[in-house]
Structures are given as structure tokens and as C-alpha cells.
């Protein structure tokens, strides 16, 4: 069953802007586990731009939990490379407390857009 759905949609450009301009906010928002590649590379802004949207949509399936923060979610590559969530904080005492038991997540980027679907379901 579905606990929760979220979804976020991110300008690339924008998001570019915003990090170039103010260069601290990628700790902020990112673990460094989600600033680099496996093989250690630096993530790309478009990358990235769909890994903040995950991290929004994850808060709005949940109903955004007071005191959410950026870290609360982290997205990580799985062994198969696809992209999983790791919940914490406040993020994840509210999936403990709904039940959720799994996390699904799909990340896109085209041109300009970054987007990311996020499903919190339970058993």
C-alpha cells in the first residue's frame, strides 16, 4: 500500500546559479556520499538538481515533517547503480510512525529540468 506520494521539479539553470553563487550551500543541502560519483568524480549540477528534488519530493510524501532538514534524506546509488533513499531525523521517526517499510525513487533531467518521483510505501 501507499503511504505517500511526492513529486519536485527543478529549473538546471537556476539551480547552477544558486550553488555558483553561493558555494557553501552544496554541504548544506548534500551529503558528500550525494556530492560525487562512485567512482569519486564531482556530481554534475544537473546530477544534482534531481537529487534535491528527491529530497523535496521525499519531505512532501511525507507531508514534510516539522523540523525536516536536507540531510534527513540522502540519495544514494544502489549496487545496481539505481538511485535509493536513506531516511533520517525527523523525516525518518515520521515514516516509522506511518509505517512506511520501503522507499521508491526515480530521477530524471532533460535540457533544463531536473525532476524526481518519490513513493513511501508500507506493508
Request: glycine share 10%.
Amino acid at each position: 500500500m501507499i503511504a505517500g506520494v511526492g513529486t519536485d521539479i527543478v529549473g538546471v539553470v537556476r539551480f547552477e546559479h544558486a550553488v555558483t553563487r553561493t558555494p557553501g550551500v552544496l554541504p548544506r543541502v548534500f551529503t558528500e556520499a550525494e556530492r560525487v560519483t562512485r567512482s569519486g568524480a564531482p556530481r554534475r549540477p544537473r546530477s544534482l538538481a534531481a537529487r534535491f528534488a528527491a529530497k523535496e519530493a521525499a519531505a512532501k510524501a511525507l507531508g514534510v515533517p516539522r523540523g525536516w532538514g536536507w540531510h534527513d534524506t540522502e540519495v544514494v546509488a544502489g549496487p545496481n547503480g539505481r538511485p535509493l533513499l536513506r531516511v533520517t531525523g525527523s523525516l525518518g521517526r515520521a515514516a516509522e510512525q506511518q509505517g512506511v517499510t520501503a522507499w521508491h525513487v526515480s530521477l530524471t533531467h532533460d535540457a533544463d529540468l531536473a525532476a524526481a518521483i518519490v513513493v513511501a510505501e508500507v506493508s
